[in-house]
């Protein structure tokens, strides 16, 4: 029988039987966007969410009304711009998603969308910083490279930032990268994993292939695969001519994201994401955070591993990566003044 938990297991990539006492509070902010109704939609079929919070300046109550109906046993509750609501949506929560935002069009960087979303981010993070302090927050809203500084510093000016919480999704970034080697080499890509590190956007985005089961792809398949994986998000929004950026793929990795983290938050080990972390890798080179494989524990980031060994072609790509992020990174200071304020937990 095809039932909504069968569905989640099929999506997932590992069946995990679910204890009773794995219920979580996950809460949504933009549910009612092109991410975030099938990311919303994705976690009520998650046997470990138990609460669904879904927030939207628009559409909030609506999305959740139509999603309450699927029968799994989470209870899904919407809320509208009102600050309480906010507050409300919130409370509680130990995961909470921001796909809040506006999507690129064609023609533009994700460094276009700066304008409009950094202050958006920001705001919401205050609030998260206010009523969900202890959360895991997973930002997707774009640019990314600027929005989880941007969120960090906010979370540092109301004494509340444990870096070990605060996530930039890059997890796209990853599917993405199995899926087209896949097409090259003519395999599943469920067999298929590429670490890819530096930033969501362009040339900051660097998959490490020489770490793949495929190191010896080079010469001009290298990279016109390099470049795709790169300029993924790119492809999709010349398809959509101008209605949008990725969603239902965005959808698919931000669900992703969030279960390794319940799962890991549950005692489950050995769980590896890449994700936009605060971290020591590339400090020195003005990049205080930086995407790679991070293994997630009960507090989120258990471990950022080192990079390892890669090409003369890979240390190439990070060079050029390192320059674009500084400059992403900084640009967030100057919404959100760099507090250098001590970390509460350092990692
Ligand atoms: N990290 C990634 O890999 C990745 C992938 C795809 C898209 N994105 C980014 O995600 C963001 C959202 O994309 P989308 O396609 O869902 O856009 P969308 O326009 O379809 O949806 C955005 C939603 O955010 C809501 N919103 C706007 N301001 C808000 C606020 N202050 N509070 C709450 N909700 C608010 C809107 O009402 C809308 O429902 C974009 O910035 C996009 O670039 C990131
Ligand atoms: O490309 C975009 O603007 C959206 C997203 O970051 C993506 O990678 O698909």
Redesign the pocket.
Known sequence: MFTARSAFSAIGRRAFSVSAQQNSKVTVLGAAGGIGQPLSLLLKLNPRVSELALYDIRGGPGVAADISHVNTKSKVTGYDAVPEQLKAALEGADIVLIPAGV??KPGMT?DDLFKTNASIVRDLAKAAANHAPNAKLLIIS?P?NSTVPITAEVFKSKGVYNPKRLFGVTT??VVRASKFISEIQGTDPANEEVTVIGG??GVTIVPLLSQSNHPSIDGETREALVKRIQF???E??EAKGGAG??TL??AFAGSRMADSLLRASYGETGIFEPAFVQSPLYKDDGCEFFSSRIELGPEGVKEIHPVGKVSKYEEGLIATALKDLATNIKKAWHLVPHSFMPLLTPI
């Open positions: 999507p690129r994700r774009n990314v796209l970034d969501h956007s993924g998000g790119d999709v929004v950026s990725a793929s965005m």
